[in-house]
């Protein structure tokens, strides 16, 4: 896959800020100083707000002091799949010992990962809809496997009360999320990644949020 993403820098703690991001992402990119010019296959170009003026692209997304990477990536990732808005982001979550989450963008796999702790896994989807709050979305869902089902019951209570109202929350059957998975993807951690993304795939069963409720008493 040809990177189509630029980090256009010689600040060395934003270009490892996005770069590190863009790394954990699998995300093909290239590195350029703002003195080189743009390949023609570069469809977006991240640079700091300094350097901005230095560099010659049609799309240029500045990296600015308190910005969130993870935001600005996601904003790159929107720009590269030609899209205005994202219409649908959905984090697909694996409970277990090892917690599997997957985030898909239209469909689209986006971002994967492994939580240790049920708090983590909390903190990491809460996170997850702050850096999209940057980006224009029509819609966020959190789908829960229904595996372990006093922890899927838990994660949504606390989701329901600590998430944005217009935070959809979901629990999905897990039943054949690991038919036909190889022997590699039984490995501790990505076969959960795997059921994550199957799971964040699947139509499941709408918990009734009782902020939703409340805001429009």
């Known amino acids: 896959m040809k990177a189509k993403i630029a980090v256009v820098t010689v600040c060395g703690k934003d270009y490892y800020l996005v770069v590190n991001e863009l790394k954990r992402r699998n995300t093909p ?52 799949q030609g899209k205005e808005f994202f219409e649908k982001i959905t984090i697909g979550v694996d409970p277990g010992e090892v917690f599997g989450l997957a985030v898909l963008a239209d469909g689209k796999v986006v971002e994967t990962g492994n939580c240790f702790s049920f708090e983590e896994t909390l903190n990491k989807i809460a996170d997850i809809v702050r850096d999209f709050e940057g ?75 009782r902020r939703t409720d409340e805001s429009n008493s």
Request: hydrophobic fraction near 40%; include cysteine.
């Open 29 to 80: 990119f290239l590195s350029l100083t703002p003195y080189e010019s743009v390949p023609i296959e570069i469809e977006v170009v991240i640079t700091t707000e300094k350097e901005k003026p230095l560099v010659k692209h049609q799309r240029i997304l500045a990296f600015q002091e308190g910005t969130r990477p993870e935001t600005l990536i996601n904003e790159a990732l929107k720009i590269i």
């Open 135 to 209: 980006t224009a979305v029509e819609s966020i869902s959190v789908k829960i496997g229904d595996g372990v089902p006093q922890c899927t019951g838990n994660l949504l209570r606390i989701l329901d009360e600590t998430l944005p109202a217009s935070v959809s929350l979901e629990s999905v059957s897990e039943i054949g999320t690991n038919r036909g998975l190889n022997e590699a993807k039984h490995r501790r951690g990505l076969r959960d990644i795997v059921s994550a993304i199957q799971i964040a795939g699947r139509i499941g069963y709408r918990f009734q949020r």
